[in-house]
DNA sequence: CCTGGTTTTTAGTGCATGCTAAATTAGTTT
DNA sequence: AAACTAATTTAGCATGCACTAAAAACCAGG
């Protein structure tokens, strides 16, 4: 009885992203990551409340419990794992494999995902540069620093970009902006910075310098 | 507006293979099909007719329209590129493939389906023999006979397993009958009939051999 | 052609998930 | 501390899709 729906696993899981670092998350935070109207959320968070997935009372904001981060994590793995397959396996641009493992993620059993990271060689990083959490739930999480803290002359290599907009992504992956990639901050510049990579120099917005990170 | 659901497509794929040399298909068959109660089975019908996916009138059971029919086939389409894709690709066995294509085949994206289609070389059978609907939306339908109608001493290529239950489809496959094995009809016994195959001499019971088609 | 049995449909419900509008609580400002 | 504002919760309702029970239509045997 009551299976974890859909649903209920996107809310966990953005439960999950959204309290990294913090002590608690809001009611309107996830009403607004997940589009929905604040009265929606405050009855799911009541629901998965009841299935002892988050731990809430009212008025003062909630968190994952151990099985609800369990079930989130579980969740990102799928997503993280489709992602990384997708992209190599089958060729799927990167600017895409982000809408397409969030409507897989919640249909991949336990065997297919073995299979796939078997595939894959059991990676640790999506193409986005994101962890994958292992299969038991355990997830190291580095927060890399963004693009633009690098200081004048100083070389990076960029370790994650934003799954968030497939627009930027895909400008980002055609000047050669991925995980990998090393880049030599060259300076800043009114409207963005100014970096050399593979030896050609560009300069890049400050939208998309935002969304990016280095190592 | 309206979009199709998961849960209408699996009443469109059911109503499809319902139909096959069929004029019209009863609310009880697809409230079998399905494991609803009749109830159920009318309450759709009678939605999937207002978006003219069926031809309907009540009491006199209904059909696919060409829209209805294009759906289903597009459907079937993808469960049976998964299904030979999980196989091939991934190596899941033979009797997991139905139930894994039963989840995936409702978020398959075009572009997905496009590139699952040229990994496998633009196949035309899935695992267990059966035609892959073209992408414009075509497929050749053929019929083959059961194992049993094969006359004793006759030789024949398995062409079709049956996808329906696991437990039979492991057998089958421990006893290497799968489509494109080829096969001699020794001849029937009281409880099912005796072939060869690959130099083994085995004896399939009634139930197994109901299952397996050939050419 | 009527009557009993089967199938189908209608009516009324329940649950998951969403919404808007109204009520409540919290937090901030004077 | 009173009062205003912002966040949250409650109340009431809609839609998709299932169910059961009752009504209606169809079909077959006499």
Chains 1, 2 share one sequence.
């Not at 992209?87 to 919640?106: S, T």
């Not at 030599?184 to 300069?203: A, S």
Request: glycine share 8%; charged share 25%; with cysteine.
């Amino acid at each position: 009885m009551s299976a974890i729906s859909g649903v209920m696993q996107d809310y966990l899981k953005a439960i999950y992203k959204l309290q990294q670092g913090r002590d608690s998350v809001s009611t309107s935070e996830i009403a607004a990551r997940l589009g929905v109207a604040a009265a929606s959320a405050t009855n799911m968070i009541k629901r998965l409340a009841r299935l002892r997935l988050v731990a809430y009372s009212r008025y003062q904001g909630f968190v994952l419990t151990l099985a609800g981060e369990k079930i989130a994590l579980e969740i990102i793995r799928h997503h993280r794992l489709i992602e990384l397959y997708l992209a190599q396996h089958l060729g799927v641009p990167l600017e895409q494999v982000h809408w397409e493992a969030e409507r897989m993620e919640h249909v991949l059993s336990d065997e297919v995902e073995a299979r796939m990271a078997t595939a894959l060689g059991n990676p640790v990083q999506d193409p986005h540069g994101d962890p994958i959490p292992a299969s038991d739930g355990t997830m190291r999480d580095v927060r890399y620093p963004k693009l633009e803290t690098l200081a004048p002359g100083a070389r990076g290599v960029v370790a994650h970009v934003s799954d968030q907009s497939p627009a930027l992504l895909r400008r980002l992956a055609r000047l050669g902006v991925l995980p990998g990639a090393v880049l030599k901050m060259l300076g800043r510049r009114r409207d963005g910075c100014e970096v050399e990579i593979e030896g050609r120099r560009l300069t890049l917005s400050h939208t998309l310098s935002e969304s990016v990170r280095v190592q």
